[in-house]
Antibody
Framework: EVQLVESGGGLVKPGGSLRLSCAAS????????MNWVRQAPGKGLEWVSS????????YYADSVKGRFTISRDNAKNSLYLQMNSLRAEDTAVYYC????????????????WGQGTLVTVSS | DIQMTQSPSSLSASVGDRVTITCRAS??????LNWYQQKPGKAPKLLIY???SLQSGVPSRFSGSGSGTDFTLTISSLQPEDFATYYC?????????FGQGTRLEIK
């Protein structure tokens, strides 16, 4: 069974740092691009960052550029999100999601998603 | 960034109704449009990819259509388990964007 399990969320003060992890199982992790998507309480989905299978291509939303760093360890089947200089507006559930390619760029979609981990930024 | 606008933002309907949700892109995205369903407290679930392809395991009452800038998600006969929030998402740009969501409620 394909499974993604996030961890590392919690309460952090403004200006603080947190590192999220996403453990993958049930598929060949090193063959897939991965993403982080977040959802503020009561709000919609916001894409955060993408990383290609070999980490050659990395993209960030403007809202997190310069503060967040996405990375992966294919040997450990794990995806990470290092979050620095956290702000109240970063409070959200953070989901990791696998990217499925449609065979022709840029056709791709997110499936599956992890259950999410809650990050709360508050003093 | 490509802006994705869904309408309506919320919708009340009854079991058995036919429902259509619209998603409009701020520029042409060809058919690079996906639809997700999210229930409260749960992760989003892929329903439709590449505008009109039904994800494996998703009931056939769900269908998607459109290309360019205008897309629709149709549920042919609403079932109790379909009451949820639906999001469109474009993959045309490396800067991925989602619609604001459409909340489907029981009338």
């Amino acid at each position: 069974e394909v499974q993604l399990v996030e961890s590392g969320g919690g309460l952090v003060k403004p200006g603080g740092s947190l590192r999220l992890s996403c453990a993958a199982s049930g598929f060949t992790f090193s063959s897939y691009s991965m993403n982080w998507v977040r959802q503020a309480p009561g709000k919609g989905l916001e894409w955060v960052s993408s990383i290609s299978s070999s980490s050659s291509y990395i993209y960030y939303a403007d809202s997190v550029k310069g503060r967040f760093t996405i990375s992966r360890d294919n040997a450990k089947n794990s995806l990470y999100l290092q979050m620095n200089s956290l702000r109240a507006e970063d409070t959200a559930v953070y989901y990791c999601a696998r990217v499925v390619l449609g065979g022709y760029a840029p056709a791709n979609w997110f499936d599956p998603w992890g259950q999410g981990t809650l990050v709360t930024v508050s003093s | 960034d490509i802006q994705m606008t869904q309408s309506p933002s919320s919708l009340s309907a009854s079991v058995g109704d036919r429902v259509t949700i619209t998603c409009r892109a701020s520029q042409s995205i060809s058919s690079y449009l996906n639809w997700y369903q999210q229930k409260p407290g749960k992760a989003p679930k892929l329903l439709i990819y590449a505008a009109s392809s039904l994800q494996s395991g998703v009931p056939s009452r769900f269908s998607g259509s459109g290309s360019g800038t205008d897309f629709t998600l149709t549920i042919s006969s609403l079932q109790p388990e379909d009451f949820a929030t639906y999001y469109c998402q474009q993959s045309y740009s490396t800067s991925i964007t989602f619609g604001q969501g459409t909340r489907l409620e029981i009338k």
